[in-house]
């Protein structure tokens, strides 16, 4: 029989924290939990301007560095920074289709998939964010995820590998994760539609210490993604001790 890969844990700083308060999280709260963030495959997903800095502080750590968006093309659109010079500055994976900028943005589905092709051509591992934005029965978020997940399937080589971060938009930032029927309903629905691809599924919103053993209980999550945990050490003890406890 063989040995279950690893959990696997990220974050985004989103636009929280800047050079100065990026550098002091990573020398305080990173590097002194290096090795065992390491050992869940734990990467950082940060604003563009922080990526050389980070991947500097963190040289030899094993903790990854990623980017929280991507260009979807290789053409010359200014502002934009493409797949190919986030792999030559050292991120392993990049986040295509945040809620927050499906909403803020109007990122569709298509701009989505052209991301996640872009990165993976690059040699990126796309993060996919997906989920459903408000409360609705399980269901409907399966229904809307599958939707989601398939346009991506189809843009990338089944060979390539995918993330898929089922991260419920209204559970972005509150006090309750997805309860693991709901959760382990979507999971069910985007393994369905990723059959044949290389492709992991990690669970975000709201998750502090016990969720992800609660979602394992009715689903097989290969992770969680973390919010404000990842700020704080003792969630962050906490969290990883549940994540390598599940090894």
């Known amino acids: 029989m063989s040995t279950p890969p690893a959990p696997i844990s990220l974050t985004s700083t989103k636009m929280r924290m800047g050079l100065v308060r990026t550098r002091d999280w990573i020398e305080t709260l990173l590097l002194p939990h290096a090795e065992r963030l390491a050992g869940v495959s734990f990467f950082a997903c940060l604003p563009h301007p922080l990526l050389l800095p980070a991947r ?3 040289r030899g750590s094993g903790v990854g560095v990623a980017a929280q968006d991507v260009a979807p093309g290789t053409g010359e659109v200014t502002g934009t ?9 050292g991120c392993s994976h990049v986040m295509v289709g945040h809620a927050e ?18 990165a993976s051509r690059a040699g990126l591992t796309p993060v996919v964010c997906v989920g459903e934005t408000d409360v609705v029965p399980a269901s409907d978020a399966a229904a809307l995820t599958r939707a989601q997940a398939r346009t991506v399937v189809a843009a ?13 938009g209204w559970a972005i930032g509150g006090s309750e994760a997805a309860g ?9 629905a985007l393994r369905d539609v990723t059959v044949g691809h290389d492709v992991r599924f990690v669970y975000g919103g709201a998750v502090v210490p016990g969720v ?7 689903a097989d999550w290969d992770g969680v993604a973390l919010g404000r945990v990842a700020q704080d050490p003792r969630l962050l003890t906490e969290t ?5 406890a599940q090894k």
């Open 180 to 188: 693991p029927a709901h959760a382990g309903r979507v999971l069910r």
């Open 240 to 244: 990883l001790d549940e994540l390598t």
């Open 212 to 218: 992800y053993t609660r979602l394992r209980g009715e």
């Open 56 to 58: 500097q502080w963190l």
């Open 81 to 89: 920074v493409s797949a190919s010079l986030l792999a030559e500055v």
């Open 156 to 168: 990338v080589p089944p060979e390539r590998p995918l993330l898929f971060l089922y991260e419920p």
């Open 101 to 118: 900028r499906r909403d803020v943005f109007g990122e569709t589905d298509e701009l989505v998939a052209r991301k996640a092709a872009a």
